[in-house]
């Protein structure tokens, strides 16, 4: 990761009060402030968009992930020269959109199957998305293929493979990163602010013991500034889980400024509808059992421990499995997410270019600041499919399996069957079953159906 | 070559797909090895070893997911193999990040550049051939023709586009390919067209083709049967045009009304289109690349052919095609009513059952199949008010 994060108050403080005779104070007073203000207006606007729904929330990922695209491609842009000729930039933007469109249109099909499957125009477009996908990609392949120019081959070609690898490392892995706001808020805050929080202590303890270097790819990076931090980011994610009870032991002006946040269903439950905010969310029914504190039995030696110690009588001890997800989040975070950066410096170094591009003023391009984050949020949305999330049937799954699973025949029975159950129950009215289900069935489509049943 | 594909074919599944799999790790490392030519890319210590390991994750990850896909019932009630399926892909993502991660701290200052083109390098190979090549080994479990009609589809197209351009050949098609011809591909064509509905038409008959794998160790001598069969293999009559008939009469005399085809021969001439127009644009991004890193064949394993990826380059981008048509066109994913009646009326809450009625009612509207104007909203309205009192 590139030696600047976004909350670097701290070292700014210090590099500013270190007392330089030259002229250059000016500057560095003048950079200190313009970070400042940047950091505080970053933070402000994520706080922002993050209380104002979840579409917001995939809007802003979407449109970070543009701009770490557009940075990523232009480091393997052609001279100004060949530009004309090699239609590189269009074929970028091209495979970024049906790529997106690909993406997007899985998740959209996944999580709202209750509308799209039910509208007549939408239906077609879901059922062949893949192969609908599958056909733009190979156009784009064809096209490359036939504008491929003599002599220039290999340059094309690697930037073919150039824009792949952005295609993979950055637009599948942010979409990740929008399939875990979908689930949930809390599941793309706790990943971003885990790799924050560690980047942060890395740098705090970096100052304060910093002795042995890390890693040859970033100097400044040192061992005890990493496992301080892993220690930090360790403390901080055990703590996370319980912030809700936290907050009444506090009145704090910033946990008062957090509290907006943690109106906990509003993080915590999946999206069913894409306009919900923080000022009109809905409770979902069933929460994952995750987020429920439960009473854990001490070993007994742990209490007697404590008894020593302090005289109380502690047996028990109220804990939510999220505590532990989150301390697990914590070591991929402090441990292997940072990899990400260290690649990204890597790359930096190979192409000699000091930052990514010049978005933010003070910190470099989005790159520079988003690189960690990426594989975290892959890894986020790994851990919580594989281990969090509870795989229930929905109405849109069942109506995917109806729709798509059950020839037309099959469907009208099933509908018969569905209102004869109600009807059975006493919560629909007997007439239903001569005026709707079969008996309904429009005159284009009576030939086609034996009705005798 | 010819003779050994059919002898593999018809020993069963499981040696067809070994053999597609020998194929990938093949034409894998003859891809590779470019990657190590000159004098500084050879240099670059476990690259070769890192390759491999990519190779090896990337196959266990995709293989585990059809595993789990196609033997379910054998995989979650084993008690060993449940829990490596349950969390399959958490596996396959953490192996990956390891490989991530050694690579990133192999780097070497100085070498940056030449390692990430490396790293570039193999995952484009993971990419294109082993990530294609596994959905070929999907299209072999759906049932042997959806791997054996696009793989003859491709190599008819290739020994007609030789024979018309031998022939007919004059006008240049391509600047990468200067060997082929307009004529030779128009003639590749419709010799492909042709021939794959013959083709078609004749492996449907086999059971042991068109049946999906439900026993690996099957063989063509196995006496492999299914029922019921995908519907694109039943021959319906056709009504023929009036035209059609008027101009047969004339031709022959014969009075034909009706003609017997089954969807799949439908199938086999848009995939024959697909073969001739645009898997040679396969073949044609390997010769760039050939062009590109000033090599005359990827390897020499085949005398007087080259290498297996000069042979194989385009049978990758039609077997991906082949299994993008075929789940999204052919496949049938069949459940029984009673199945899913049981399953709502178990799972869900009234409200949600209500919920399902209304949406199923509305597609069924949208489609056209029933009438829209139907339930009084008032009746609806009651059943709402009786399941909120509940």
């Not at chain 1, 260290?342 to 930052?355: G, L, N, P, Q």
């Not at chain 2, 390991?53 to 896909?69: D, H, M, P, R, V």
């Not at chain 2, 519907?231 to 056709?238: C, D, G, L, T």
């Amino acid at each position: 990761m590139a030696s600047q994060t976004l909350t670097e108050l701290t070292e700014e403080k210090s590099s500013a009060v270190v007392p330089t005779i030259d002229a250059g104070q000016n500057k560095k007073w003048q950079t200190f402030w313009l970070r400042t203000v940047t950091t505080f207006m970053m933070i402000g606007g994520f706080f922002a968009v993050l209380a104002s729904g979840h579409v917001w929330v995939v809007l802003m990922v979407m449109a970070m992930q543009t701009m770490i695209y557009k940075e990523v491609i232009h480091i393997a842009e052609p001279t100004a020269k060949e530009r004309q000729l090699l239609w590189f930039k269009t074929m970028s933007w091209y495979f970024l959109v049906i790529t997106t469109y690909f993406l997007y249109g899985e998740t959209i099909i996944d999580y709202f199957q209750h509308i799209v499957l039910v509208d007549a125009f939408l239906l077609p477009l879901a059922t062949h998305h893949r192969f609908i996908s599958f056909m733009l990609y190979v156009t784009g392949f064809v096209l490359f293929v036939l504008n491929l120019k003599k002599g220039l081959y290999k340059q094309q070609l690697a930037q073919f493979g150039w824009m792949h690898m952005a295609l993979l490392l950055i637009v599948c892995q942010s979409h990740y990163i929008v399939k875990n706001t979908l689930e949930g808020l809390i599941w793309f805050v706790l990943p971003s602010s885990l790799v924050i929080c560690n980047d942060v202590f890395a740098y705090i303890c970096g100052t304060f013991w910093g002795k042995t270097p890390l890693i040859h790819l970033s100097p400044k990076k040192t061992v005890e500034g990493f496992l301080g931090a892993w220690l930090c980011t360790l403390m901080f994610a055990f703590l996370v889980g319980r912030l809700s009870p936290l907050l009444h032991l506090t009145n704090s002006l910033l946990f008062q400024w957090v509290s907006l946040l943690m109106q906990w269903d509003y993080m915590i439950c999946p999206v069913k509808d894409l306009a919900t905010s923080s000022w009109n969310y809905s409770h979902c029914e069933s929460k994952n059992p995750v987020f429920v504190t439960a009473p854990w039995q001490l070993p007994t030696t742990l209490s007697s421990l404590l008894n020593h110690m302090t005289g109380c009588d502690v047996t028990q001890i109220w804990l939510a499995p999220i505590q532990f997800h989150a301390v697990i989040m914590a070591c991929f975070a402090s441990l292997i997410a940072p990899f990400g950066g260290f690649f990204a410096s890597a790359v930096k170094r190979a192409f000699k270019i000091k930052d990514f591009g010049d978005s933010i003023p003070g910190h470099g391009g989005m790159t520079d600041r988003m690189d960690c984050q990426l594989m975290m949020g892959l890894f986020a949305y790994m851990y919580l499919h594989s281990f969090i999330k509870i795989h229930d049937l929905s109405t849109g799954s069942i109506l995917n399996v109806i729709i798509h699973r059950i020839p037309l025949q099959g469907q009208l029975e099933l509908l018969e069957h569905l209102l004869t159950y109600f009807v059975n129950q006493e919560i629909l009215h007997p007439l239903v079953l001569e005026q709707c289900g079969v008996s309904a069935l429009t005159d284009t489509a009576k030939p086609f159906f034996d009705t005798t049943q | 070559m010819i003779g050994a594909f059919f002898l593999v074919l018809a020993s069963g599944y499981i040696w067809s797909i070994v053999g597609v799999l020998s194929i990938t790790v093949l034409v894998y490392n003859e891809v590779i090895k470019i990657s190590c030519h000159s004098e500084k890319e050879s240099t670059i210590r476990w690259f070769k070893t890192m390759s491999w390991y990519f190779l090896i994750t990337t196959e266990y990850f995709l293989y585990g997911e059809s595993i789990i896909y196609y033997f379910q019932e054998i995989i979650m009630v084993d008690a060993f193999l449940q829990p490596f399926a349950t969390h399959h892909r958490f596996i396959s993502f953490m192996l990956y990040v390891m490989g991530f991660v050694f690579f990133v701290m192999n780097l070497r200052s100085g070498q940056y550049r030449t390692q990430m083109a490396q790293f570039g390098w193999t995952h484009m190979a993971l990419f294109l051939i082993v990530v294609q090549s596994h959905f070929i080994v999907d299209n072999i479990l759906e049932g042997l023709i959806w791997f054996v009609l696009p793989a003859a589809l491709v190599v008819l197209n290739d020994v007609f586009a030789y024979l018309c351009g031998f022939f007919f050949g004059r006008t240049p098609l391509i600047q990468l390919s200067p060997k082929k011809t307009v004529e030779g591909f128009v003639g590749a064509m419709l010799c492909t067209v042709l021939l794959g509905f013959g083709a078609a038409s004749f492996l449907m008959q086999f059971d042991y083709m068109i049946c999906p794998v439900q026993d690996l160790a099957a063989s063509a001598w196995s006496g492999v049967s299914c029922e019921p069969k995908n519907p694109v293999f039943r021959s319906v009559p056709w009504l023929l045009p009036a035209v059609v008939q008027y101009a047969i009469k004339f031709v022959s005399g014969y009075d034909v009304e009706h003609v017997w085809m089954a969807p799949v021969q439908l199938h086999a001439i848009s995939m024959a289109c697909f073969a001739s127009l645009i898997a040679p644009f396969g073949g044609f991004f390997a010769s760039a690349v050939k062009r590109a890193f000033k090599i005359k064949d990827f390897g020499d394993s085949i005398p007087g052919h080259g290498g297996l990826t000069d042979r194989m380059d385009c049978q990758f981008l039609m077997g991906f095609f082949a299994h993008v048509y075929y789940t999204s066109f052919i496949k049938q994913y069949n459940m029984s009513v009673g199945t899913v009646l049981t399953l709502i009326i178990n799972n869900f809450t009234a409200k949600q059952k209500l919920e399902l009625l209304e949406l199923l009612q509305t597609y069924l509207i949208n489609q056209s199949i029933l009438e829209s104007e139907q339930v009084p909203q008032s009746l609806l309205e009651k059943a709402q008010m009786l399941i909120s009192r509940m």
